[in-house]
């Protein structure tokens, strides 16, 4: 599985404007992201791994996200000011192969994201999403990406609201 960049999703309805120091990386994927299921009783039987750097995607991600939001991301070190952080707390996609050609494929996202300064939480929000698709060729992308797209759509939303911005230009 490969991860692709966020698509087009609604404008904020009020951008905003700063400097956002983020994580080089996001944490929690180890590699392992799901299974390929087979029999009636859709017994897992294959792994399956995200190639390349998937916390290094993730994080470059939600960089586009403030992005959307109005802000200019940067990459900061943690400890540092204060420092968006992303951890992918859960991240499962599968598929069914046995009625073959007909191969459904699903799974789900969520991250969270932390604003931090000195070890304090300042701000922190979770976002969801998922995805599900009939691609043979390329279906663990395809699910990724609609579940990506729709969790990373929320968090602009975040981005651009008033806790967050509060929380970010607070002394």
């Known amino acids: 599985m490969r991860p692709l960049p966020l698509r087009p999703g609604p404008a904020p309805a009020r951008t905003r404007s700063g400097v956002v120091a983020t994580a080089p990386s ?25 190639t ?24 900061g070190a943690p400890g540092k000011g204060k420092v968006l952080t992303c951890h992918v707390e859960k991240i499962s996609y599968n598929n069914y192969t046995w009625l073959f050609p007909i ?27 998922s995805g599900s698709t009939f691609n ?18 929320d968090m602009v939303t975040a981005f651009a609201g008033d806790d967050f911005n509060a929380a970010l230009t607070r002394r």
């Open 103 to 129: 191969v459904p494929t699903w799974g789900s996202i969520t991250l969270r994201t932390n604003l931090s300064s000195g070890g304090n939480v300042l701000w922190s929000h979770q976002s969801s999403g």
């Open 52 to 75: 390349g750097d998937a916390n290094a995607e993730v994080m470059a991600q939600v960089r586009d996200a403030l992005v959307k939001a109005g802000y200019k991301p940067t990459t």
């Open 26 to 50: 996001a944490t929690g994927i180890d590699g392992h992201v799901g299974w390929g299921r087979f029999t009636v009783f859709a017994i897992p039987i294959v792994p399956v791994y995200v």
């Open 136 to 153: 043979f060729f390329d279906g663990y992308t395809s699910a990724n990406s609609k579940a990506m797209t729709e969790a990373l759509n």
